[in-house]
């Protein structure tokens, strides 16, 4: 079978979670002897190849060159990864259109998010921080504060900006594949659809790591773990950095530290945040390989304003580490059972997240019992469950 993704990004191992997410499935693919290819959007950091892809290239205004691609490598399946508006929104109609020539290829939309995510904005008051600590081209940040202040004063014009945008998701494209059960319900509501649609299903990302992967959970170190995009829209390290303070502050936990995993253009406001208020045992690590951090940390730390279906969440729970994350998108019930294998914490109930990390931090033979149960859960998204409902979906297409 011939597979083609369709990406804003350039998958690539170090790439972000939905990068990392397309190029794992294509090497799945590639080990069940598929071939797959990739067409993307964003032209910049596109040196490197991933492997798991015969072909990766960029995607040209001439959108004929895509279509004729597609005759000519005999695509069988077309999957879209698109999260970028704009790319949504002038190729979701090319894709439509090639229906008619292309008839042996089947078009799918994967959406690898929280329908809906849109709603959530930063605030004011953070988006000025970020355009005093930019240096250079401050354009983006300016555009995000009016995007915020929009949201903020006329919320149903947004929202009926994304029914526009999510329809013409769902009306070029009739197999539509989102990362939890729940989320058709989410997706359907945006399109004021009453009645899900049969030709759309759920399919959760799969573990990232060999299942060779297994850390000596007794040998782990006192270390809480964060792995992120620093970037304060969606993934809120200051609430993070807030909750780590208030425990240090309450509790002696100073043989205990705080490892922040990824890069991004908030890094300069979070160190600012550390320094001023005198964090104790915070560590910015940059962009890194994340497996050795999840095989010797021992908890792992989540205050997202939303996700799709988290790699980190995943991983984290293969390699023994306990996560406590904020209830902020649906999915996050599908991995963590709370109380067995992690905490789900109501979203903003600081105090509360506190206290379970403490309790985790306190309480060694809870949190062993629930790393091991967590390894043990989170084999259900094992590669070979994952991939057979990809292939029973593709044989009812």
Same mark, same amino acid.
């Given at each position: 079978?011939?597979?083609?993704?369709?990406?804003?990004?350039?998958?690539?191992?170090?790439?972000?979670?939905?990068?990392?997410?397309?190029?794992?499935?294509?090497?799945?693919?590639?080990?069940?002897?598929?071939?797959?290819?990739?067409?993307?959007?964003?032209?910049?950091?596109?040196?490197?190849?991933?492997?798991?892809?015969?072909?990766?290239?960029?995607?040209?205004?001439?959108?004929?060159?895509?279509?004729?691609?597609?005759?000519?490598?005999?695509?069988?399946?077309?999957?879209?990864?698109?999260?970028?508006?704009?790319?949504?929104?002038?190729?979701?109609?090319?894709?439509?259109?090639?229906?008619?020539?292309?008839?042996?290829?089947?078009?799918?939309?994967?959406?690898?998010?929280?329908?809906?995510?849109?709603?959530?904005?930063?605030?004011? $008051?953070? *988006?000025? @921080?970020?355009?005093?600590? #930019?240096?250079? !081209?401050?354009? &983006?940040?300016?555009?995000?504060?009016?995007?915020?202040?929009?949201?903020?004063?006329?919320?149903?014009?947004?929202? $009926?900006? *994304?029914? @526009?945008?999510?329809?013409? #998701?769902?009306? !070029?494209?009739? &197999?539509?594949?989102?990362?939890?059960?729940?989320?058709?319900?989410?997706?359907?509501?945006?399109?004021?659809?009453?009645?899900?649609?049969?030709?759309?299903?759920?399919?959760?990302?799969?573990?990232?790591?060999?299942?060779?992967?297994?850390?000596?959970?007794?040998?782990?170190?006192?270390?809480?773990?964060?792995?992120?995009?620093?970037?304060?829209?969606?993934?809120?390290?200051?609430?993070?950095?807030?909750?780590?303070?208030?425990?240090?502050?309450?509790?002696?936990?100073?043989?205990?530290?705080?490892?922040?995993?990824?890069?991004?253009?908030?890094?300069?406001?979070?160190?600012?945040?550390?320094?001023?208020?005198?964090?104790?045992?915070?560590?910015?690590?940059?962009?890194?390989?994340?497996?050795?951090?999840?095989?010797?940390?021992?908890?792992?730390?989540?205050?997202?304003?939303?996700?799709?279906?988290?790699?980190?969440?995943?991983?984290?729970?293969?390699?023994?580490?306990?996560?406590?994350?904020?209830?902020?998108?649906?999915?996050?019930?599908?991995?963590?059972?709370?109380?067995?294998?992690?905490?789900?914490?109501?979203?903003?109930?600081?105090?509360?997240?506190?206290?379970?990390?403490?309790?985790?931090?306190?309480?060694?033979?809870?949190?062993?019992?629930?790393?091991?149960?967590?390894?043990?859960?989170?084999?259900?998204?094992?590669?070979?469950?994952?991939?057979?409902?990809?292939?029973?979906?593709?044989?009812?297409?």
């Amino acid at each position: 079978m011939n597979i083609l993704f369709i990406s804003d990004n350039k998958a690539e191992a170090t790439s972000g979670g939905v990068e990392r997410a397309v190029g794992n499935l294509a090497r799945y693919f590639q080990q069940s002897g598929d071939v797959c290819f990739q067409a993307y959007y964003n032209t910049q950091n596109h040196d490197s190849c991933d492997t798991a892809f015969r072909k990766q290239f960029v995607i040209q205004n001439d959108y004929s060159l895509l279509k004729t691609f597609i005759m000519h490598e005999a695509i069988d399946v077309v999957i879209s990864n698109l999260m970028n508006k704009n790319n949504i929104k002038t190729l979701m109609p090319v894709l439509n259109s090639f229906k008619i020539d292309t008839v042996n290829t089947t078009y799918c939309f994967y959406y690898h998010s929280f329908p809906g995510n849109e709603l959530r904005c930063l605030p004011p $008051s953070f *988006l000025l @921080k970020r355009f005093w600590c #930019i240096k250079g !081209n401050r354009t &983006n940040t300016l555009i995000n504060l009016i995007k915020s202040l929009t949201i903020i004063a006329f919320p149903n014009i947004l929202k $009926s900006y *994304l029914r @526009k945008k999510y329809s013409r #998701i769902s009306d !070029n494209e009739s &197999n539509l594949i989102v990362l939890s059960q729940s989320y058709k319900q989410d997706f359907a509501s945006l399109v004021h659809i009453k009645q899900i649609p049969p030709q759309w299903c759920s399919i959760s990302n799969a573990l990232s790591f060999p299942t060779n992967t297994v850390p000596e959970i007794s040998k782990k170190e006192k270390t809480v773990l964060i792995v992120a995009r620093l970037e304060e829209d969606a993934k809120r390290l200051t609430k993070a950095l807030n909750i780590w303070d208030k425990l240090c502050s309450k509790y002696d936990v100073s043989d205990w530290k705080l490892v922040i995993v990824g890069d991004g253009i908030d890094r300069p406001i979070y160190e600012k945040v550390v320094a001023k208020r005198k964090i104790p045992n915070v560590f910015f690590e940059g962009r890194q390989n994340s497996l050795p951090y999840y095989m010797r940390s021992s908890i792992f730390m989540m205050t997202s304003a939303f996700e799709g279906f988290p790699m980190t969440i995943l991983e984290t729970m293969q390699c023994g580490c306990v996560p406590i994350a904020y209830d902020t998108f649906s999915a996050v019930c599908d991995l963590i059972n709370d109380g067995k294998d992690g905490y789900i914490v109501k979203n903003d109930y600081v105090e509360d997240f506190v206290e379970k990390l403490h309790s985790l931090i306190q309480n060694e033979s809870l949190r062993l019992q629930m790393a091991q149960n967590g390894m043990r859960s989170i084999q259900r998204y094992s590669v070979d469950n994952i991939m057979k409902q990809w292939y029973d979906l593709f044989e009812k297409l």
